[in-house]
């Protein structure tokens, strides 16, 4: 239902949480019509935003009136819950490298709280733009030989990595359509660190 100058000014992150958002939510059980008007939360972790660089840099892009809510953060989940008429919590993260942890514990409490009664959560990174990449290997934090080597005397840095993923939690699930069940959850900031 998305019109075509609209997909065309949509970072690429949303159409790929679309997809995973939705596989992942019909995988449970859950189908659109199931979906339509549920108290079911969205919380997507994305801590790259790379479209907004994109979209500055073209002048198609820059003059299309969607371009604003295509390159905007908070849209992330706000898309899935609009195309899935979902009225639960709705909310985008970024915490860098643990946006989709942040996000997969939000909707554990928000389940807990029974604020809501299903939850999709979903983490995206896609590199659009070179930047940011460069800066982290002019500092020495990613890896020459582009592989993380953890604990290890190889170690050289880490390796920058793309993915989408979606989860969808269930408060009361189908004893028969369990495949995990989290044993806890938290969130925790090593306050003042070497870095």
Known sequence: GVSAAEAAAMDPQQRLLLERGYEALHGAGLDK?????????????????DFEEVV??????????????????????????FVLGLQGACAAYDTACSAALVANHAALRALQLRECADALVAGVSLYLAPGVSIS?????????????HTFDDRADGYA???ACVGLALRALPDVGSVMAS???SAVRCDGKSAS
């Open 33 to 49: 019509g199931s979906l339509m008007g549920s108290v079911t939360g969205v919380f997507i972790g994305a801590g790259v935003h």
């Open 56 to 81: 500055k840099v073209s002048p198609a892009l820059s003059r299309n009136v969607y371009s604003a809510t295509g390159s905007s953060a908070s849209v992330l989940s706000g898309r899935l819950s």
């Open 136 to 148: 982290f290997a002019g500092a020495g934090m990613t890896s020459a030989r582009g592989a993380c």
């Open 160 to 162: 920058r990595g793309e």
């Open 182 to 184: 989290p044993l806890g």
